[in-house]
């Protein structure tokens, strides 16, 4: 695979050069490789076709788990959040120790310890960890998905961005089963908005309900930040700083 660097930008297949645009920029590849009739069919392509069974699989669950939070992550991640879940959710279905090689699965995985360790403490915006943006304890009542940040002094203890004048706290409580695609159901907190000030208050981030449903419980915890013009708050640079984060799994 090679770079593009020429002034003028092809994308198609030209002899037995393919060019195509990445995120990386203008990239080319040689054409060729074993036919995908040989791959299905050819006995010495057995571990491939398991691999991308597994694949497909590892790739589905990702969708899954993105789709049931899409309220949260619209506006707190960053451009390769799915390649990087992919990652994670790979090491996750490694931990099935039960299947066999060709149907490991993500929903086994995640039901170890192990398993949720990979995942637990995933952050979907690079960009910004909570850990790095959140400089205070908080407590979580995994019972109720309520979230409380004491004595939280925005001032000191939020590292926020030039030209943030209010935060915005979310949290969120989550049920999701990876063998049923609808398998889930998302409880948020009211949000919670505090100006950025030296005055110190606690915040309380508490769910309608307990999420209901089977699978695992995923805890999320979100910041976004707004600039207010004119008494009214917008979001600041299209979310690029903003920070979700899950925060336990059980």
Do not use: C
């Amino acid at each position: 695979m090679a770079r593009v660097k020429s002034l003028i930008k092809v994308e198609g297949t030209l002899d037995d050069i393919t060019y195509y645009k990445s995120q990386d920029g203008f990239m080319a590849r040689k054409k060729g490789g074993v036919s995908k009739n040989r791959i299905a069919k050819d006995p010495a392509f057995a571990r491939t076709r398991e691999n991308g069974t597994e694949f497909g699989e590892i790739t589905r669950s990702g969708k899954y788990l993105r789709r049931a939070i899409n309220g949260l992550l619209a506006t707190a991640k960053d451009n390769r959040v799915t390649s990087r879940l992919t990652q994670v959710l790979s090491k996750v279905k490694n931990e099935d120790l039960t299947s066999a090689r060709g149907q490991r699965n993500v929903a086994t995985g995640i039901a170890s310890a192990n398993g949720k360790a990979w995942l637990n403490g995933f952050n979907f915006n690079t960009r910004a960890h909570m850990d790095s943006v959140l400089l205070s304890n908080y407590t979580l009542d995994t019972a109720t998905g309520e979230v409380i940040i004491t004595d939280l002094n925005p001032d000191q203890q939020i590292a926020f961005p030039g030209g943030a004048t209010h935060i915005t706290f979310t949290s969120g409580f989550l049920n999701l089963d990876f063998t049923d695609p609808d398998g889930y159901d998302l409880q948020l907190s009211p949000e919670v908005n505090v100006p950025i000030t030296g005055t110190a208050s606690t915040v309380t981030l508490t769910p309608a309900a307990a999420a209901s449903g089977t699978g695992e419980s995923y805890y999320f915890l979100k910041i976004a930040f707004f600039q207010e013009v004119n008494g009214i708050q917008y979001v600041l640079n299209n979310g690029a700083h903003n920070a979700l984060q899950l925060i336990e799994i059980l």
